[in-house]
């Protein structure tokens, strides 16, 4: 598969665009948005002693929701401390929604290329997809020595082969950002910013899985040196500059007008609606003009299509929560087995944390899928 990283700017703003074959998979930009993995000095507004969270004012129109005890801010024992009016950091999970503020953790987790540093927790640990015993057996006991002190640790799959060196440096540059973070907030007042999370080369160098099959376009040394700046070791892409509109040249704009469209149309005839409601993203699957053999061949070809298409969109569309599909009725088992089979493969290069269940009575494939930022935060992409 040929992958490609575009760096080009837009209004302005940075941004970064990941083609698979000349497909835009992902598409990050500068904003003014709070994004995942930004954090804030934040004040609590409410506190919900009941459902164990609390409202926290950062800085935007909706406060932010820090929604379960486990995203509370803890002292020495486990006791829950948090009060109306204090201030703290916290951490944007999952950015705003329809009536819905930013979803909020206060246990900080600070995300690079191959490891997450945990300033709020002691934990050690290595992601259940390094799958080689003897390469989990070293990254643990490595961990154990970089791990900063008073802090937690977790090795990402893409630390599998790294050399010491390499995860020590990002290591001490994250615990670096943390007491960076620490200082700032000493300083000034909330609701504040104390770290961008929207920044294209930060998600670029921490979660598009930047190998050596990976060729790299900038639109100019700058954008180039940012993304280089964060990714501790440096990248085995090849790496180029182009004095062009990138975004022209590679069609990503034409790519992300498609992107916006609540209706996708697939190449065999058919097309996917996507809807989105306070509770979960809806995707409904069409038949259009194509017609196949019998209607149970014309639907299982379908399905398989649509799932290839969906896996693409919901990178690209970064949909996360719950996500329920509803793929044309097929009669035979093997062909409804055969579809979900299909739509997990289909989720194997996201860097997202994906659950997906076989079809319901009435056909409906529910799933699920995690932020890339919280993911790779809690060592599972």
Known sequence: MERTLLLDRENGKACAALLENGRLVQFVRDGDEPAPGSVYLGRVQRVLEGLGGAFVDIGFEKNGLISGSSDLPKGENGETLIKQGMELPVQVIKTPGGDKGAQLSANIRLAGRNAVVLPNSRNLGVSRRVSDGSERARLRKLGESLRPAGMGLILRSQAAGASPEELARETDAL????????????????????????????????????????????????????????????????????????????????????????????????????????????????????????????????????????????????????????????????????????????FVPDTGRVAINPLSALGLCEMT???????????EE
């Open 175 to 346: 615990a670096s950002v943390w007491k960076g973070i620490e200082t700032k907030a000493r300083h000034i007042k909330a609701p504040a910013l104390l770290l961008d999370g929207s920044r294209a080369a930060a998600v670029a160098a921490r979660d598009m899985r930047l190998d050596a099959e990976t060729r790299i376009i900038a639109r100019d040394q700058a954008l180039l040196d940012d993304l280089l700046g964060r990714s501790e070791g440096g990248l085995p892409c090849r790496l180029s500059v182009e004095d062009s509109d990138l975004l022209t040249v590679y069609r990503v704009r034409a790519q992300l007008e498609t992107a916006k469209k609540r209706r996708v149309d697939l190449k065999c005839g058919g097309y996917l609606v996507f809807d989105d409601t306070e509770a979960m993203r809806v995707i409904d699957v069409n038949s259009g003009s194509f017609t196949g053999k019998d209607a149970e061949d014309t639907a299982y070809r379908l399905n398989l299509e649509a799932a290839d298409e969906i896996a693409v969109q919901a990178r690209l569309r970064n949909l996360v929560g719950i996500i329920v599909i509803d793929f044309v009725d097929m009669r035979e088992k093997a062909h409804r087995e055969s579809v979900v089979e299909w739509l997990i493969r289909a």
């Open 369 to 379: 899928r995690q932020s890339r930022y919280a993911a790779a935060s809690c060592g």
